[in-house]
């Protein structure tokens, strides 16, 4: 009997660990796309506060819901569901913040980029 728990238990274990593995590459737009609204409103808040000393930190979080519409708008398109949220987050801020089209533009094409660089290695 201890011998049938012990393999129980350790079969158990496994199925946990391997559940806990990400099926993505990360937190990227088809992660995004999946979660709830009051989730990225979490999402949005918790990274504010985890970058307490930055502006853009404090940005976010005045501004969640304009951030989330940002994210949503940026993810509607299938060339950038593979760019991490972290560089998406940076995108849609420096767009919130009027940036130039054309350094926007620049920066996009250097997110996809790295993207379709990561899927060739």
Same mark, same amino acid.
């Given at each position: 009997?201890?011998?049938?728990? &012990? ?7 496994? $199925?946990?660990?391997? &559940? &806990? ?5 990360? =937190? @990227?737009?088809? %992660? %995004? ?13 918790? *990274?504010?506060?985890?970058?307490? =000393? ?8 005045? =501004? ?7 994210? @949503?708008?940026?993810?509607?398109? $299938?060339? @950038? ?6 560089? &998406?987050?940076?995108?849609? *801020? @420096? ?24 899927? $060739?290695?």
């Amino acid at each position: 009997m201890k011998k049938y728990l &012990a393999v129980l238990l350790t079969a158990g274990m496994c $199925a946990t660990s391997m &559940a &806990a593995t990400p099926k993505t590459n990360g =937190h @990227n737009g088809v %992660w %995004w796309r999946q979660k709830s609204g009051l989730f990225k409103e979490a999402y949005i808040d918790g *990274y504010s506060d985890g970058e307490k =000393h930055d502006d853009r930190a404090q940005y976010e979080l005045e =501004h969640v819901d304009q951030v989330i519409d940002g994210l @949503n708008a940026f993810y509607r398109y $299938a060339s @950038n569901r593979g760019i991490r949220v972290e560089d &998406a987050m940076d995108y849609v *801020y @420096n767009q919130l913040q009027g940036a130039p089209e054309t350094a926007l533009a620049t920066k996009l094409q250097m997110l996809r980029n790295a993207v379709a660089g990561s899927k $060739a290695a």
